[in-house]
Nanobody, 123 residues
Framework: VQLQAYGGGLVHSGGSLKLSCAASRRTFSNNAVGWFRQAPGKEREFVATINWSGGSTIYADSVKGRFTISRDNAKNTAYLQMSSLKPEDTAVYYC?????????????????WGQGTQVTVSS
């Protein structure tokens, strides 16, 4: 599975952005999808994950209530709607697909990665 993340940009604190993750093949619908982010000098960290059907989601505490992960399997695309953005949300955001139907909070649980999209939140 090849993934392409896009939709990043520069936004003011309190603003919103919607990231998209487009997959290269139909069997994407069998895979859990996760979003991770990496700020300069920091390790890649978990943001959110959604299972194969979209019926189950998990969020990092730092984004819970502000971010929403979703997917449209008919379009082979997953999304991350980000609201009430804070400067500490600034990072490169990566989407990833797990080999199985359910993902988790850890990088090693995902086998396929997109190239990342930069999100910058100004104060």
């Amino acid at each position: 599975v090849q993934l392409q993340a896009y939709g990043g940009g520069l936004v003011h604190s309190g603003g919103s952005l919607k990231l998209s993750c487009a997959a290269s093949r139909r069997t994407f619908s069998n895979n859990a999808v996760g979003w991770f982010r990496q700020a300069p000098g920091k390790e890649r960290e978990f943001v959110a994950t959604i299972n194969w059907s979209g019926g189950s989601t998990i969020y990092a505490d730092s984004v819970k209530g502000r971010f929403t992960i979703s997917r449209d399997n008919a379009k082979n695309t997953a999304y991350l709607q980000m609201s009430s953005l804070k400067p500490e949300d600034t990072a490169v955001y990566y989407c990833a697909a797990a080999r199985g139907a359910y993902g988790g909070r850890f990088v090693y649980q995902y086998n396929y990665w997109g190239q990342g999209t930069q999100v910058t939140v100004s104060s």
